[in-house]
Nanobody
């Protein structure tokens, strides 16, 4: 069974950094594209970033470009999201999932969602 466990969230001041981790189990990560999504209170879940399985191509939603970096360590079955220069509008529960990575980072093309990790950006 394909499962993900997200970690690394927390409370951080605006301008701060966090590194989220996504631990995959039940399958071999290197065959799958992985995406990070987030859901703020009262809003729909949106794609933040994804990384392909084939050539490591990465995509980001415009609001995080230049601030967030996605990476993967297939040997450890891990995917990471480095988040720098955080803003209050980044506050959300962050999820990782497996699916089809493209510029769209489309929620309906990903599945096997984890429980998420809360990120709160506030002074």
């Amino acid at each position: 069974q394909m499962t993900f466990v997200e970690s690394g969230g927390g409370l951080v001041q605006p301008g701060g950094s966090l590194r989220l981790s996504c631990a995959a189990s039940g399958f071999t990560l290197d065959h799958y594209a992985i995406g990070w999504f987030r859901q703020a209170p009262g809003k729909e879940r949106e794609g933040v970033s994804c990384i392909s399985s084939s050539d490591g191509s990465t995509y980001y939603v415009d609001s995080v470009k230049g601030r967030f970096t996605i990476s993967r360590d297939n040997a450890k079955n891990m995917v990471y999201l480095q988040m720098n220069r955080l803003k209050p509008e980044d506050t959300a529960v962050y999820y990782c999932a497996a699916g089809s990575c493209s510029r769209r980072i489309a929620r309906d093309e990903f599945g096997a969602w984890g429980q998420g990790t809360q990120v709160t950006v506030s002074s």
